[in-house]
């Protein structure tokens, strides 16, 4: 069987024991005789595999039961409105850093409901906590982790906020290291290193969920979902149970330790070759580089349709930038295996060679 090099930014590629372990069981699930996306959420197999997936969920990120972890739908950008709604009241300030594309986009959605606060606004760095311009009682403060589209992340978080951070991982959750005890609420949409698209998994401290105002839909509510164990309606029970086989197959792996190790080393060879090429270059401040999805550009636009269309032929997939900024971006999820990344790697070196002579 032959597999593409996947570097899709999302959906993208899944572990394969998973893929395989999905075919597997799709059409008799464990001997039931049917296929787990054919019986009821609120079947003893699918009860099972949910409390079994927030239990695994909990290990692997030492969470505390002072939060709730919820498995939703609507994605991040539903995320990009509960998060003010739950965590605020009307005419209560909210802060944001802003930092690419997503961070745009959560602040937008926060400053149709709230007064949004934009602390700092930087697009290839970070700006450091002491330069921010804090606002005075605001509820929390708002980052995204990695910024997918640009390649920007943080690699530490902020220690010793006066309010509590709340952090967009989409598209770093499972891949590193992080302490949830430091954060009131984490957010990520699942289809980059957690599972298919259509969940959203929510971290959040359970103190600071206020009640919704009125006019709210109890929709909107996070303890709405906790109160009924994220089944306050019918939920995305395949890409629930997927997530499940995901979070079992980061275990086994070596948890997010490994993960992060992995991350660091497939990301570091990508750079250095971009780095020490004439034709490839990267413009992300190199202290928040992101190990996730790595951008690079190519200064001629003739090289660039040939890089695209030669990469095709190598099997390399998925590698075309974000549209709105162009480019390419090579995203180095849980599931991207090494020799996908050596696969990129060589052509790329090939590639350089052949067009430029390096
Ligand atoms: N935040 C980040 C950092 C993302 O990468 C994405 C999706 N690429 C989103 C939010 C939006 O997620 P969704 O499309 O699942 O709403």
């Not at 009821?40 to 949910?50: G, K, N, Y």
């Not at 530490?156 to 006066?162: A, I, K, R, V, W």
């Not at 969940?199 to 009924?228: F, M, Q, W």
């Not at 197959?249 to 020490?276: C, F, H, N, P, T």
Request: hydrophobic content about 40%.
């Amino acid at each position: 069987m032959s597999r593409a090099f996947n570097f899709s930014a999302g959906p993208s590629a899944l572990p394969l024991p998973v893929l395989r372990k999905v075919q597997e069981e799709l059409l008799n699930y464990r001997g039931t005789g049917t296929s787990i996306i054919e019986v009821s959420h609120r079947s003893d197999q699918f009860l099972e595999i949910a409390h079994r997936t927030e239990q695994s969920l909990r290990e692997l990120l030492a969470i505390s039961n002072d939060y709730w972890v919820l498995f939703m739908q609507g994605g991040s950008t539903l995320q990009f409105a509960l998060v003010p709604l739950n965590l605020s009241r009307q005419g209560e300030t909210v802060e944001y850093l802003c930092t690419g594309e997503w961070s745009s986009k959560a602040i937008r959605e926060a400053a149709r409901v709230r007064r949004a606060h934009v602390v700092a606004t930087a697009t290839n760095n970070i700006p450091s906590p002491s330069s921010w311009n804090r606002a005075e009682n605001s509820r929390y403060l708002h980052v995204t982790s990695n910024e997918t589209i640009s390649g920007v992340q943080f690699h530490e978080f902020p220690s010793n906020l006066d309010v509590p951070l709340v952090a967009d991982m989409s598209s770093d959750l499972l891949t590193r290291v992080v302490d949830v005890s430091q954060f009131g609420l984490i957010y990520a949409s699942a289809q980059k290193n957690i599972g298919p698209s259509g969940l959203t998994i929510v971290i959040v401290r359970k103190d600071l969920c206020r009640p919704l105002e009125e006019g709210d839909s109890e929709y909107l509510n996070y303890r709405a979902h906790a109160d009924t164990q994220s089944m306050y309606n019918t939920p995305n029970t395949f890409a629930w149970y997927v997530a499940g086989l995901v979070i079992d197959w980061v275990k086994k792996s070596g948890g997010v330790e490994e993960m992060q190790r992995r991350s660091v080393e497939k990301a570091s060879r990508l750079y250095e070759v971009i780095d020490r090429s004439n034709l490839y270059s990267n413009t992300v401040d190199p202290r928040f580089r992101s190990t996730m999805n790595v951008t690079f550009s190519i200064e001629d636009e003739t090289l660039r349709q040939a890089f695209l269309s030669e990469a095709e032929h190598a099997n390399i997939k998925h590698i075309r930038g974000h549209r709105m900024v162009g480019g390419f971006r090579a995203s180095l999820y849980n599931a991207v295996e090494w020799e996908s990344v050596r696969a990129l790697i060589r052509f790329m070196q090939e590639f350089e060679k052949e067009r430029v002579g390096k």
